[in-house]
Nanobody, 122 residues
């Protein structure tokens, strides 16, 4: 089992930056891939970014490429999502997810956090 707790969400203005954190426990952190997904009201949950166990490989949704950066600190058992140049359409509940082998596909992830709300106001 892996427990995931997100933090760092909030209300920001268009163009602002925000960093989300996801603290993990219950399994060796370096043994799991970490990802961020988001879900806006009335929409399906969608992939945002993923990072592999060592942190050497990452992937991003086209909508956030160049603006968001995923990272991890294996010594602190924490993954991060740095969001810059935020847009109103980035407003959503952001979830972190973990799995030993999952990569881009939502349904492949075994463990999920409760989510943190990000609201970008224009």
């Amino acid at each position: 089992q892996v427990q995931l707790v997100e933090s760092g969400g909030g209300l920001v203005q268009v163009g602002d930056s925000l960093r989300l954190s996801c603290a993990a426990s219950g399994r060796p952190f370096s043994a799991i891939n970490m990802a961020w997904f988001r879900q806006a009201p009335g929409k399906e949950r969608e992939f945002v970014a993923v990072i592999n166990k060592s942190g050497a490989n990452t992937a991003y949704a086209d909508s956030v490429k160049g603006r968001f950066t995923i990272s991890r600190d294996n010594a602190r058992n924490t993954a991060y999502l740095r969001m810059s140049n935020l847009k109103a359409e980035d407003s959503a509940v952001y979830y972190c997810a973990a799995d030993q082998t999952a990569w881009l596909i939502l349904n492949d992830y075994s463990y999920w956090g409760q989510g943190t709300q990000v609201t970008v106001s224009s």
